[in-house]
């Protein structure tokens, strides 16, 4: 079955630090990728979407890449603020259905 | 211009009770989306609507239901509630005449718990 992971374990970084995210996927080679923020207890917010024919998407200090042949985009936040804490989530269309993989909370200490 | 509102935001229910959940999509906005999060499962999908007819849908129960009004507005409805439906319910709403590509617009959610 299709599916779409990320490394559950929390991300804890110094402010300034760059955050680098996984997002893997296995038995079939979505079109796009799309990223989004999740904070507690609130719905999730768009960041950034990449097709699969782009190797690289940014958005402020935000970039994200898609690597085909290691079926795997990564989302990297750079010079990160403690204001970036969140949980950051990649999603991708699955017959029609947006499924999210589980979420990388990521820690940003001053 | 007004983000998708979910109401109630809070709400408790007892094992065996109904519910029903409203979302209002952002304005122009056709197509609605149900999720269900939970700490174990994160982030399901439940279904879709748009123009009112049901376009895709998770692998839920049939205590699981929703519709979408002409006004695009949507409620989805659990029937005999059970523990395990505890959980954050968000509504997403994305724009028109789009591909599945593009971003949805999520509601803040309805935490519902059932005692």
């Known amino acids: 079955s299709q599916k779409i992971e990320q490394n559950s374990e929390a991300l804890n970084i110094q402010e300034g630090k760059t955050a680098t995210l996984t997002c893997n996927y296995t038995?079939?080679?979505?079109?796009?990728l799309q990223w989004y923020r999740q904070d507690p207890g609130r719905g999730p917010v768009f960041l950034l979407l990449?097709?699969?024919?782009?190797k690289e998407k940014r958005k402020e200090r935000l970039k994200v890449t898609f690597d085909t042949t290691l079926k795997q985009s990564l989302f990297h936040i750079t010079a990160s603020q403690p204001a970036d804490s969140a949980t950051y989530l990649c999603?991708?269309?699955?017959?029609?259905?947006?499924?999210f993989g589980a979420g990388t909370q990521v820690v940003v200490t001053p | 211009k007004a983000g998708v509102t979910q109401t109630p935001r809070y709400l408790i229910k007892t094992r065996g009770q109904q519910v029903t959940l409203s979302c209002s999509p952002i304005?122009?906005?056709?197509?609605v989306s149900w999720y269900q999060q939970t700490p174990g499962q994160g982030l399901q999908f439940l279904f879709e609507?748009?123009?009112?007819?049901?376009?895709n849908k998770g692998n839920f129960p049939g205590r699981f239901s929703g519709r979408q009004f002409s006004n695009s507005r949507s409620e989805m409805n659990v029937s005999t509630l059970e523990l395990g439906d505890s959980a954050l319910y968000l509504c997403?709403?994305?724009?028109?005449?789009?591909?599945?590509?593009?971003?949805?617009?999520f509601g803040p959610g309805t935490r519902l718990t059932v005692l």
């Open positions: 997403a709403s994305r724009k028109p005449g789009t591909s599945g590509s593009n971003e949805q617009f």
């Open positions: 990449i097709r699969e024919n782009e």
């Open positions: 999603a991708h269309i699955s017959w029609g259905k947006l499924q």
């Open positions: 609507y748009f123009s009112e007819t049901q376009r």
């Open positions: 038995n079939y080679s979505p079109a796009y």
């Open positions: 304005s122009g906005h056709r197509s």
